[in-house]
């Protein structure tokens, strides 16, 4: 199991800059999947930006080229910064970590949320 706290939300404008941090209870070395999901009001949790433990990337369409995400094996935390925010990208980021077991079976873990809010 793992746990995850999250952290570096706020209130910024638009076109500022936020830097969300996701700490693990455990060696993210060892975590197939760490990633970073948002749901805004209304709507269903989506995708935002992943990264294996091989430090492989991906990221949702609207947040490409905007965000990054990367990962600190030594400090077992990931990050994802994210720039020229729009009021669009308001939600509640969920850190979400993702354990497939010898069988190749999916554990899912994910933290509290943090909240982000971008003003127009």
């Known amino acids: 199991q793992v746990q995850l706290v999250e952290s570096g939300g706020g209130l910024v404008q638009a076109g500022g800059s936020l830097r969300l941090s996701c700490a693990a209870s455990?060696?993210?070395?060892?975590?197939?999947?760490m990633g970073w999901y948002r749901q805004a009001p209304g709507k269903q949790r989506e995708l935002v930006a992943g990264?294996?433990?091989?430090?492989?990337?991906n990221y949702a369409d609207s947040v490409k080229g905007r965000f990054t995400i990367s990962r600190d094996n030594a400090e077992n935390t990931v990050y994802l910064q994210m720039n020229s925010l729009k009021p669009e990208d308001t939600a509640v980021y969920y850190c979400?970590?993702?354990?497939?077991?010898?069988?190749?079976?999916?554990?899912?873990?994910w933290g509290q949320g943090t909240q982000v809010t971008v003003s127009s």
């Open positions: 990264i294996t433990s091989g430090g492989s990337t």
């Open positions: 455990r060696s993210i070395f060892s975590i197939n999947v």
């Open positions: 979400n970590a993702v354990l497939l077991s010898g069988l190749g079976v999916r554990h899912d873990y």
